[in-house]
């Protein structure tokens, strides 16, 4: 499981074929699945009364409203959506087709090439296909990274009826927590301070006065060695 605490090396296999990410998710990767066992986000159902309600998108983007985390977040997922998106229309022959019809009367009136054309609305098909992908993750689904003609969701042809998407759910795919918890691995150092932010806002709700800069935390470690008919014992302790 992606967002096992006890396993780390799942962790490092789920994540090996992400190289662009990977030494972000395995050196803060500790960091991560706490957070992804202890904050919630906007597909999570959540009991308890918490200051934000999407807790994982504040970490990831840092400001004072659910709605503007919720944005930042979408905005961040969709730029790595979109040119994975386009990546694929580009190697798709039937899509390229489709695209090309449109381009080639577009041309006859426009002074730019017809080649630039083409591309100008790929991209712009691509884009509706990122909104599509975003939209499916806020439903709860999970969707393979890689797109192909199978789970390939907007319809060049009917952008307004297809933007919401088919509902195509990948068992082995990324889900929404998933991108989240990419967005915040490639930058822990922040990721960790808002982590405090939170527990603290969280903690004044019950103790006023609470103050994380007044926290106290302490490690303790036993250890006990046997070795050739001798037992060894250490302790090592710190506090800060």
């Known amino acids: 499981d992606f967002n096992d605490f006890a396993d780390m090396d799942i962790l490092r296999g789920d994540i090996g074929e992400?190289?662009?990410?990977?030494?972000?998710?395995?050196?803060?990767?500790?960091?991560?699945?706490?957070?992804a066992h202890v904050f919630n986000c906007a597909t999570d159902k959540v009991q308890e009364e918490t200051v934000f309600d999407f807790e994982l998108e504040y970490i990831v983007c840092g400001k004072e409203?659910?709605?503007?985390?919720?944005?930042?977040?979408?905005?961040?997922?969709?730029?790595?959506?979109?040119?994975?998106?386009f990546a694929y229309l580009v190697t798709d022959g039937v899509?390229?087709?489709?695209?090309?019809?449109?381009?080639?009367?577009?041309?006859?009136?426009?002074?730019?090439?017809?080649?630039?054309i083409r591309y100008l609305i790929a991209g712009c098909?691509?884009?509706v296909e990122a909104i599509a992908d975003v939209r499916s993750l806020l439903k709860g689904e999970s969707m393979d990274f890689l797109k192909t003609s199978y789970n390939w969701k907007t319809d060049l042809n009917d952008f307004e009826g297809t933007i919401e998407g088919n509902s195509?759910?990948?068992?082995?795919?990324?889900?929404?927590?998933?991108?989240?918890?990419?967005?915040?691995?490639?930058?822990?150092?922040?990721?960790y301070y808002r982590m405090l932010?939170?527990?603290?806002?969280?903690?004044?709700?019950?103790?006023?006065?609470f103050d994380m800069n007044n926290a106290v935390v302490?490690?303790?470690?036993?250890?006990?060695?046997?070795?050739?008919?001798?037992?060894?014992?250490?302790?090592e302790s710190i506090g800060y």
């Open 65 to 85: 409203s659910d709605q503007a985390n919720l944005k930042g977040v979408v905005n961040r997922i969709m730029a790595i959506r979109f040119p994975v998106n």
């Open 18 to 35: 992400f190289d662009s990410w990977k030494e972000s998710l395995i050196s803060g990767g500790a960091g991560v699945i706490y957070a």
């Open 95 to 116: 899509k390229m087709a489709e695209v090309a019809s449109l381009s080639a009367p577009l041309a006859v009136l426009s002074p730019l090439p017809e080649p630039v």
């Open 197 to 209: 932010d939170i527990i603290e806002l969280n903690t004044r709700q019950y103790y006023e006065s």
């Open 168 to 191: 195509i759910t990948s068992e082995s795919g990324l889900d929404y927590k998933d991108y989240l918890l990419i967005l915040l691995a490639l930058d822990m150092d922040s990721s």
């Open 218 to 235: 302490g490690f303790c470690v036993d250890t006990h060695i046997s070795y050739e008919g001798k037992s060894y014992y250490y302790r």
């Open 125 to 127: 098909w691509s884009y």
